[in-house]
């Protein structure tokens, strides 16, 4: 571009690469802190983010954002952004839980002393708790940054209370932690969202689309029930497409009891360069297409015998999808995309059973219940009054975990599995 002497003005027209609100996919920023409500506005629009989720928490004495929550979304005045104040509830150990949509504030906020709650303070409850409250509000549940803290989401897994699970960063140990529930049958779909603390760090980097049908408008209720309903994709970047036997993500193919062929046509597009597209398989690679140099779209088809129930991926990254091109923001976050899953199931419906997990699972509910009884900071009973009113404030906290693993230990026997 040239400025000629004496010039005062100059415009800039960028060319839209895809618009995919002509498809009706519609983006979300799933974790977002420390913006105002017109902040996270104008911020928005400046990523073409559809809507922000902003999160109330607690650090400590500090309560950030109390002013922006109204129980309801706050639409822009051009109609462009979404923008919900609602929270992220969170304990040091058990872990942490962001709950989209709330129109009542979930008390308290952070629980069990420090970092999260104040120092000194007693664990006044659960996640799983706080996932009851949201649900009956008609919230949303999502599993932020999976699996870490890791106390208490498989115990939230296995008793139904997470809608979605999230990334915000391309650590291969959350993907194989997500791919380890999906393996023991528990349908979970995938959400990406940034956990936004900082200039450096722009909302929406990661980011979650989410497909609202032609017949139903766009607005933040319904963007969180098609959420829930999985036909998600998670983008840090690229955008990916998946389908099965011309499926959307999210369904599931029916196959007959002996199984059979599948068709699987997977692509992604990027401005960014792209080395690797691949198919994963209960969580192997089974299909996949590089190109060394990096491009700007990949394509992959391919047919596949299916004999057992199954679900199927598509992800897209950098060199063996593992080495991905960073962005430059603060985390250094990989140039990703990864979708929901598509379910196939078998001559019956869809079921899946991993004992590895199961057992995993186990460990961790178990150590729930070591870590209420013997390391959480407790008030004695005789001091304090607790929000839920029950005398037993011991059976409270313990409860979901206990019925954590009665489910898993039903499920274990229903297949005649020995534990």
């Given amino acids: 571009m040239s400025i000629e002497p004496g010039q005062r003005n100059l415009s800039l027209r960028i060319k839209r690469w895809c618009d995919m ?27 073409d983010l559809d809507v922000v989720n902003l999160l109330l928490s607690q650090w400590g004495h500090l ?22 104040a609602t929270q992220e509830n969170r304990q040091h150990v058990l872990g942490h839980l962001t709950l989209l949509g709330l129109k009542h504030p979930v008390d308290p906020w952070c629980s069990g002393g420090s970092n999260e709650a104040e120092h000194g303070g007693n664990l006044e409850t659960t996640l799983s708790h706080w996932a009851d409250a949201c649900h009956s509000q008609g919230g949303t549940v999502i599993l ?24 915000l960063t391309h650590a291969i140990y959350g ?24 200039s450096d760090v722009p909302v929406g980097l990661y980011r979650t689309y989410v497909h609202i049908p032609d017949d139903e408008e766009f607005n933040y209720d319904n963007w969180c029930k098609h959420l829930k309903a999985g036909n998600t994709f998670l983008s840090g970047g ?4 998946l389908t099965t036997d011309g499926q959307p993500i999210g369904s ?23 080395h690797t597209l691949e198919i994963v398989k209960n969580g192997q690679v089974v299909a996949s297409t590089e190109e060394g140099e990096g491009a700007k779209a990949l394509q992959l088809k391919t047919k596949l015998h299916v004999d057992r129930h199954s679900w199927i991926i598509a992800r897209c990254g950098g060199p063996k999808y593992v ?18 899953p598509i379910y196939i199931a078998v001559g019956e419906t869809w079921w899946m059973f991993d004992p590895e997990t199961a057992n995993y699972m186990l460990t961790l509910a178990e150590g729930g219940l070591s870590y209420i009884r013997t390391t959480a900071r407790h008030y ?24 954590a693993i009665e489910t898993i230990h039903k499920r274990m026997h229903e297949l005649g599995i020995s534990h």
């Fill in 21 to 47: 609100k002509n498809e009706r996919y519609f983006s979300g920023d799933t974790h977002v802190h420390f913006l105002s409500t017109q902040g996270a506005h104008t911020e928005a629009q400046g990523e």
């Fill in 238 to 241: 690229p955008i990916i497409r």
């Fill in 323 to 340: 080495q991905p091109t960073l962005h430059h923001d603060g985390w250094r976050r990989g140039i990703i995309a990864h979708t929901s």
């Fill in 252 to 274: 599931t193919v029916n196959l007959p009891g002996n199984g059979g062929m599948v068709e699987i046509e997977a692509s992604c597009d990027s401005i960014f360069p792209i």
């Fill in 175 to 198: 993907h194989n932690e997500y791919y380890r529930y999906l393996n023991c049958g528990y349908k979970l779909p995938l959400v990406g969202g940034t956990d936004k603390m900082t």
């Fill in 380 to 403: 004695k009973s005789e001091s304090v009054t607790h929000h839920h009113g029950e005398t037993d404030h011991q059976a409270f906290l313990e409860r979901p975990f206990m019925e």
């Fill in 144 to 167: 932020p940054h999976i699996p870490n803290p890791n106390c208490e989401p498989a115990t939230l897994i296995a008793t139904g209370r997470v809608d979605a699970v999230e990334y």
């Fill in 63 to 84: 309560f950030t954002n109390t002013e922006e929550f109204i129980g309801q979304p706050s639409v822009a005045h051009n109609g462009q952004s979404i923008v919900y």
